[in-house]
């Protein structure tokens, strides 16, 4: 928890499973992960405080969270069962940080170190900042550090970051 002058943050750092290869116990597992972070965050939710459930969600949440979508449809990241998941996580009254503030596609938070993904944007969005109702009402801002994948040794993720008013 994190003090401000409003009370506290909650905030919960989150790795969900890769899950693939899809069709064996990986995604099974991905699945029922997803089943239990429902319940712990719908238990978080009861205390009616500023929560962010910020992390690496291994979800593209929506086609335009992919530069070529159609190269994800039998992932584990982007099939059906996968984003039900997700948005059963966000109909419980999180926000997606990212899209309160904007619509916009293109907008990536990881770029593979293979075949030149990064030198041709070749990037997906699977890291996100949930955010409760709480949260969502003193967000002020969102951004993605994109340049930090330039850097040498960088990673193949970038930090997605949120300032919240006080």
């Known amino acids: 928890m994190i003090p401000t002058k409003r009370g506290v943050v909650r905030v919960a750092s989150i790795y969900l499973p890769n899950g693939n290869p899809t069709g064996t116990e990986k995604y099974t597992y991905k699945l029922a ?3 239990r972070l ?3 965050a719908r238990k978080l939710l009861t205390f009616e405080e500023p929560l962010v459930l910020a992390g690496d969600y291994n979800v593209i949440p929506d086609p335009r969270d992919a530069a070529h979508p159609e190269q994800w449809t039998n ?3 982007f099939l059906p069962a996968t984003l039900g998941k997700f948005n059963e ?3 419980l009254g999180f926000a997606d940080a990212l899209r309160a503030t904007t619509d916009a596609g293109g907008l990536y938070s990881f770029w593979d170190y293979q075949a030149g993904a ?3 944007n070749n990037g ?3 890291d996100h900042l949930l955010l409760s109702p709480q949260a ?3 967000l002020k801002s969102v951004a993605i550090d994109k340049p930090m994948r330039a850097r040498d040794k960088a990673s193949d993720h970038v930090p997605v970051r949120i300032e919240l008013r006080d």
Request: charged share 30%; glycine share 0%; aromatic share 10%.
């Open 75 to 77: 992932d584990a990241l």
């Open 124 to 126: 997906i969005r699977i």
């Open 89 to 91: 996580l966000l109909a």
């Open 38 to 40: 429902i319940r712990h």
């Open 118 to 120: 990064w030198q041709r």
């Open 136 to 138: 969502a009402d003193i």
């Open 33 to 35: 992960f997803m089943d």
